[in-house]
């Protein structure tokens, strides 16, 4: 059936959809809550989503490399339940979104999952190259993902997996433009081991979550829908990425979904991987 748009439209916050009840066309807090603060100078605000998961990889690839200055304390966003329109949260980003991250040390509130990466990347010198040329091609990348991953995400993985109901159009206009952008990561990898060039970066960083976990049909159960085995170079990257030990930890920072032992939700301390997943903390009357 065809749609007419109205003259002017309205919210209707029954519109459906998997994330409909999150959805709103203002912004603001909703309710009032501090956010909560630990030990170190670093406090992040995310989820495991894709852009929650680069901040929390590049934080572990910067305690992987010896930074001690990158611990941090992780709280967990959980977005279902609005978490992202508290006034604690607001005032960190204004734009409730996840991640968001407070530097107690500068003062510096940071959100945007790439201006984040970019901060960290030179408060702590590391990740991103300091030749013109090279840290230029590792910012293209960087914000290649930036403008890319909305397609992948809020167009082709909405429409195909999330929408109340599927239709053609969009799906395929979307899945066009996914494999499109495959097709990019895949020919310069063919090129270049990372991104970047031949060091890995925080362009790899950025990318490697949406890109990784639809190639590894962690996403969107839309591997073979999108054929993601013929694009060999991705495959190798991705691969190579994930068997990164930080990238591991990354992965399971503010997770709150999947294996029990692969989720800590919050993170304060090093030891918590070991002593804190939600397999060994679990309280007896959760979910």
Partial sequence: MTYTPPKVWTWDAENGGQFANINRPIAGATHDKDAPVGDHALQLYSLATPNGVKVTTMLEELLEAGHAGADYDAWLINIQEGDQFSSGFVDVNPNSKIPALFDRGTGARVFESGAILLYLAEKFGAFLPTDANARTETLNWLFWLQGSAPY???????????????????????????????????????????????????????????????????????????????????????????????????????????????????????????TRTWDKIKPADAD
Wanted: avoid cysteine.
């Fill in 152 to 274: 992948l995400g809020g167009g082709f993985g909405h429409f195909y997996a999330y929408a109340p109901e599927k239709f053609e159009y969009p799906i395929n206009r979307f899945a066009m433009e996914t494999k499109r952008q495959l097709d990019v990561l895949d020919r310069r990898l063919a090129e270049t081991a990372y991104l970047g060039g031949a060091d890995y970066s925080i362009a790899d960083m950025a990318t490697y979550p949406w890109y990784g976990a639809l190639v590894q049909n962690k996403v969107y159960e839309a591997a073979e829908f999108l054929d993601v085995a013929s694009y060999k170079h991705v495959n190798r990257w991705v691969d190579e990425i994930s068997e990164r030990p930080a990238v591991k930890r990354g992965r399971m920072v503010n997770r709150a979904w999947g294996p029990e032992e692969e989720q800590l939700r919050e993170r304060h301390a090093a030891s918590d991987f070991e």
